[in-house]
T-cell receptor, first 111, second 113 residues
Framework: DAKTTQPNSMESNEEEPVHLPCNHSTISGTDYIHWYRQLPSQGPEYVIHGLTSNVNNRMASLAIAEDRKSSTLILHRATLRDAAVYYCIHPNTSGTYKYIFGTGTRLKVLA | NAGVTQTPKFRILKIGQSMTLQCAQDMNHNYMYWYRQDPGMGLKLIYYSVGAGITDKGEVPNGYNVSRSTTEDFPLRLELAAPSQTSVYFC????????????FGEGSRLTVL
């Protein structure tokens, strides 16, 4: 099963950028990198995904290393509402379609 | 368009009882998933299905059963409930293909006493 490694927790000041790292050394060439976040007492929600190139959307940016063994989710200006657990996954969609989540990174945003 | 609907939202069971957690989606998604989340922990995949009539085990299938007789519904059955099954259960669905955003339900909080 696809495994990722993320720091257990990170802190950021409000209105500052946040870089959340993820290692995925077992990723295959066709696996997309997905990021989800889970706000307190809610189910996870999609944030962003990418394959090889860096990606931007209204929520965040995703920077993918050239060898694809790591990626970084970038929140450009953290707000208190961004306090959540962030999960990085890379489901094997050429095989089982299992979506395995790890423990994620708990982001604390300080006012 | 309700998305993914889970029932019940809360339930207390006694040890040894059985119950079914219901999950329904109205997005015509082929792929459906059941996860459990223990307090302060990440999500663990219990079972998943890639289409009606097809199910497969995830990371922690013991003590659970599933069925997928329709595209819309993916119930999770707990037989002989144990305190270790106290958790929040999330159902999710997605479209097919290499990428499809997972849509999650609001969760079902189960306590086994």
């Amino acid at each position: 099963d696809a495994k990722t490694t993320q720091p257990n927790s990170m802190e950021s000041n409000e209105e500052e950028p946040v870089h959340l790292p993820c290692n995925h050394s077992t990723i295959s060439g066709t696996d997309y990198i997905h990021w989800y976040r889970q706000l307190p007492s809610q189910g996870p929600e999609y944030v962003i995904h990418g394959l090889t190139s860096n990606v931007n959307n209204r929520m965040a940016s995703l920077a993918i290393a050239e060898d694809r063994k790591s990626s970084t989710l970038i929140l450009h200006r953290a707000t208190l509402r961004d306090a959540a657990v962030y999960y990085c996954i890379h489901p094997n969609t050429s095989g089982t379609y299992k979506y395995i989540f790890g423990t994620g990174t708990r982001l604390k945003v300080l006012a | 368009n309700a998305g993914v609907t889970q029932t019940p939202k809360f339930r207390i069971l006694k040890i040894g009882q059985s119950m079914t957690l219901q999950c329904a989606q109205d997005m015509n998604h082929n792929y459906m998933y059941w996860y459990r989340q223990d307090p302060g922990m990440g999500l663990k995949l219990i079972y998943y299905s890639v289409g009606a009539g097809i199910t497969d085990k995830g990371e922690v299938p013991n003590g659970y059963n599933v069925s997928r007789s329709t595209t819309e519904d993916f119930p999770l059955r707990l037989e002989l409930a144990a305190p270790s099954q106290t958790s929040v259960y999330f159902c999710a669905s997605k479209t097919g293909g290499d990428f499809g955003e997972l849509f999650f339900g609001e969760g079902s909080r189960l306590t086994v006493l």
